[in-house]
């Protein structure tokens, strides 16, 4: 179920393994940009952190600056700004910038906050965020539209005849999109304003299952309120690590794997811990990671697909370093070289073309060899043994047994 025109990208985090020296870990992951830059990845999502140790950026828009000035092509967003931290103002000033500052490849991902930790040191009860995440987006996306001046009130935040002296350098805004995990709420605040969606929960057990379900909330809000949800702007978030092999790709993660899930989700957050024995290998065929050769992932990808009941528009990996450096950027080099190619459609030319000279040769070739023969024999030179022969169909002939 091949489409054209798919994206594909990072999401991340980032996830830096407790006790590495943080500013080593920042520069890896703008290198790592970089790199997908270079191998033509669309798309790469900066999260925001504040507690926990693992996910050490804090600033997405400092980062977003930063890539800007050290990549081309790669658009970047923020995966995702916590609304509920910040005075929607300032968020909407801060991307209008970055828009301006990155000649229209910003992007701005939107979600109540991760991490209960964060909020909790900031005095926001987590019952609190989603509801200030909605009243945020709605004075950003009123911000933005820069058509007349904004005054509302909440318990958190008040706007005064505020406007943006500044408009948007993309017209009429730089794409925006709501993060979406298990629940319907990332669906339904999408749909409310017919945003783009980033579905990190497809990477979930579950995930997959849920999908086709999950889209249709969306459609059905974006119906209640006027607006028209894209699938194009759909984004499903999983695990990707790619090797020459299943088996290899599987050996080079499994420790690191084990030490993020370990470390990080089960002793640090709380996560319950899972009863697979096999848990990347399980992954793989429950459709939430894209662990091994070329073909597992597209055969992968084309069931992820399948599962969404008419499609999405790109795939973002979860960035991660459960192989080594080298490992690593070989996976996203690998993935780029066999595996996007089949659903950006750039491939199928090329396969048909050769193709139609193969079923064509003796047509097509045959002739020829005969014109660059005469054109030694014509002024009285020998032929080269590479033109003593002309190509008949599948067979090479001797012109001088032919009789």
């Not at 001046?149 to 009429?172: C, G, I, K, N």
């Not at 050769?293 to 969404?308: F, H, K, N, W, Y």
């Not at 973002?316 to 950006?344: C, D, G, I």
Request: charged fraction near 25%; hydrophobic fraction near 40%; proline fraction near 5%.
């Amino acid at each position: 179920m091949a489409q054209r025109g798919m994206k594909f990208g990072i999401f991340l985090a980032p996830f830096h393994r407790l006790g590495e020296n943080p500013t080593l870990a920042m520069a890896r992951d703008m290198e790592l940009v970089e790199w997908l830059d270079w191998l033509g990845y669309d798309e790469a999502w900066i999260g925001e952190h504040h507690s926990a140790g693992w996910e050490v950026i804090a600033s997405p828009e400092l980062f977003i600056a930063q890539a800007a000035e050290r990549t081309r092509h790669i658009r970047l967003g923020s995966g995702v700004t916590s609304l509920p931290y910040h005075h929607p103002f300032l968020v909407a000033q801060r991307f209008v910038q970055l828009d301006h500052m990155t000649r229209g490849r910003v992007m701005l991902g939107v979600g109540p906050g991760a991490l209960p930790s964060d909020a909790y040191m900031m005095g926001i009860e987590p019952v609190h965020l989603r509801r200030r995440m909605e009243e945020s987006l709605d004075a950003i996306l009123r911000l933005l539209r820069c058509n007349e001046p904004v005054t509302m009130q909440t318990d958190w935040f008040e706007l005064r005849e505020a406007r943006l002296h500044l408009a948007p350098y993309s017209d009429p805004r730089f794409h925006i999109a709501v993060a979406s995990t298990i629940t319907p709420f990332g669906m339904v605040a999408a749909g409310k304003h017919g945003l783009g969606v980033l579905s990190i929960g497809a990477g979930l057990p579950g995930g997959p299952e849920a999908m086709a379900a999950q889209w249709r909330i969306a459609e059905e809000t974006a119906a209640q309120h006027g607006a028209t949800m894209n699938r194009k702007d759909w984004r499903i978030v999983v695990g990707m690590h790619i090797a020459e092999d299943d088996e290899e790709a599987l050996r080079q993660v499994k420790a690191g794997e084990r030490l993020e899930t370990t470390s990080y989700f089960e002793e640090t957050l709380g996560r319950v811990p899972g009863a697979s024995k096999d848990p990347v290998r399980d992954g793989v065929n429950a459709l939430t990671t894209l662990v091994g050769s070329p073909d597992t992932a597209i055969r992968v990808i084309e069931r992820l697909l399948a599962a969404s009941d008419g499609g999405f528009g790109a795939v973002m990996f979860r960035a991660h370093e459960w192989a080594n450096r080298e490992q690593t950027m070989k996976s996203y080099e690998l993935f780029a070289r066999y595996v996007m190619p089949h659903f950006q459609g750039s491939v199928a030319p090329l396969v048909g073309s050769n193709n139609w000279i193969r079923v064509n040769r003796r047509r097509i070739l045959g002739n020829n060899v005969e014109a660059v023969r005469r054109a030694f024999t014509d002024t009285g030179r020998a032929v080269p043994d590479e033109y003593r022969y002309r190509t008949v169909g599948a067979q090479d002939v001797d012109p001088a047994a032919e009789g």
